[in-house]
T-cell receptor, first 112, second 114 residues
């Protein structure tokens, strides 16, 4: 049972480049989330989705985009990368019946 | 706006000690509360989930309690071991649905010394 899988695990970007962080879950969860965690800081919600075709902004959505075309996948797109986007990004999925949240291992992004 | 506070921010104990981590939240209208563990450089691992109608949950040496009226939850770790060293986070899901957004505390960094 893979759970929540994120790729890549590490990535270095140059300022202005774009990339997509991939997230897939195999638990048939309705809810999916993207968080970022800066060193020594708490988790901040970027975007979330309550089901395929439905997405909404979290606390810090600027500079990011998401899509949810299937239940399993929830990619996060970074456009015009900036040093402020250097962070660890976590994808999570939630069970509709209990609301329990499960996290991926994270994607560490550095923008230089 | 829901705010979640975890005290202490860091805790260092000798191996074998029983310990309590605290989590407080400002709005008692919650759907559930979840405790996580995060090891350095890793993702969050779910430890215990307490629904709003429950008072406590247990898993092995871990026991989490919930007192909605006072806005508090505690995570009790019995007979601590060096392998318990990690950051522990609590997260509160507000409102009446399982899809509402969680609010996380800043975490308690626990070190268990051999």
């Amino acid at each position: 049972n893979a759970g929540v899988t994120q790729t890549p695990k590490f990535r270095i970007l140059k300022i202005g480049q774009s990339m997509t962080l991939q997230c897939t879950q195999d638990m048939n969860h309705n809810y999916m989330y993207w968080y970022r965690q800066d060193p020594g800081m708490g988790l901040k919600l970027i975007y979330y989705s309550v089901g395929a075709g439905i997405t909404d902004k979290g606390e810090v959505p600027n500079g990011y985009n998401v899509s949810r075309s299937t239940t399993e996948d929830f990619p996060l797109r970074l456009e015009l990368a900036a040093p402020s986007q250097t962070s660890v990004y976590f994808c999570a999925s939630g069970a509709r019946n209990t609301g329990e949240l499960f996290f991926g291992e994270g994607s560490r992004l550095t923008v230089l | 706006k829901q705010e979640v506070t975890q005290i202490p921010a860091a805790l260092s104990v000798p191996e074998g000690e029983n310990l309590v981590l605290n989590c407080s939240f400002t709005d008692s209208a919650i759907y559930n509360l979840q405790w996580f563990r995060q090891d350095p450089g890793k993702g969050l691992t779910s430890l215990l989930l307490i629904q709003s109608s429950q008072r406590e949950q247990t898993s092995g040496r871990l026991n989490a309690s919930l007192d909605k009226s006072s806005g508090r939850s505690t995570l009790y770790i019995a007979a601590s071991q060096p392998g318990d060293s990690a950051t522990y986070l609590c997260a509160v899901r507000p409102g009446e649905t399982s899809g509402s957004r969680l609010t996380f505390g800043e975490g308690t960094q626990l070190t268990v010394n051999p």
